[in-house]
């Protein structure tokens, strides 16, 4: 579903060069749950952001089910990652002033707008879902401050997957959470890539999050070991 081909991302300081990816190869396949884990600084984050089309590698290319993702457009771009990709971060990136149903349903309003594959009911019906699913159900109408770190990271991984993309890509998902609330994070993103085969990739520099993935990578120095 994802390849990485001979990627590499080089930063300009001054007359300094900061090469943070090294010649990165790698495939994803669909409904995997890869896990790539290293020390702050290997380019975990960098190589997350390209695959995800936030941001441009220096050279190589990346393919997104079959398209080339930087030799299209930024709005042929932006499609892609609002049809077919979801993101959690490790700061929750919740809009304060709504609550948690809202907040999952904010991103279907661009779709109802674009297309007719739904209306609004529908939309509506499925931010519910997704909130009953992550066990939120009775936190709907409560605003992001009435909620503990890890009930608002649920909010946001139901966010995500308000509009079924078909990958997740998750940047230190439980970095702001304590080890029991992070576990439970972790194991609601494994329960929907078992039960809804949901694609993941996950960063994380917990390593003892990593044993129950299909597949572990590890990263140093801007290559994968």
């Known amino acids: 579903m994802i390849r990485a081909i001979n990627l590499n991302k080089i930063y300009q300081q001054g007359a300094k060069e900061l090469h943070v990816l090294k010649d990165i190869n790698?495939?994803?396949?669909?409904?995997?749950?890869?896990?790539?884990?290293?020390?702050?600084?290997?380019?975990k984050s960098t190589l997350l952001h390209i695959l995800a089309g936030l941001d441009r590698p220096?050279?190589?290319?990346?393919?997104?089910?079959?398209?080339?993702?930087?030799?299209i457009n930024d709005s042929q771009r932006a499609k892609i990652r609002n049809e077919k990709i979801g993101f959690v971060f490790q700061s929750y990136h919740l809009m304060h002033e709504f609550n948690a149903f809202e907040n999952v349903f904010m991103p279907a309003l661009i779709d109802v707008a674009q297309s007719h594959n739904r209306s609004v009911n529908q939309a509506k019906n499925r931010a519910k879902e997704l909130l009953d699913k992550l066990g939120l159900a009775d936190r709907l109408q409560h605003k992001p401050n009435q909620l503990s770190g890890g009930e608002q990271q649920r909010v946001a991984i139901a966010r995500a997957l308000m509009n079924s993309p078909g990958v997740l890509y998750c940047d230190e998902p439980t970095g702001n959470l304590d080890s029991k609330t992070g576990i439970e994070v972790f194991n609601v993103l494994l329960k929907?890539?078992?039960e809804e085969g949901v694609t993941c990739l996950m960063v994380t520099h917990e390593e003892s999050l990593a044993f129950e993935a299909d597949r572990v990578l590890h990263m140093k120095d801007g290559r994968i070991l």
């Open 192 to 194: 929907l890539n078992k």
């Open 26 to 43: 790698l495939e994803i396949r669909k409904s995997e749950f890869v896990v790539i884990v290293g020390p702050s600084g290997a380019g």
């Open 58 to 71: 220096t050279t190589g290319n990346i393919m997104f089910d079959k398209i080339d993702l930087y030799k």
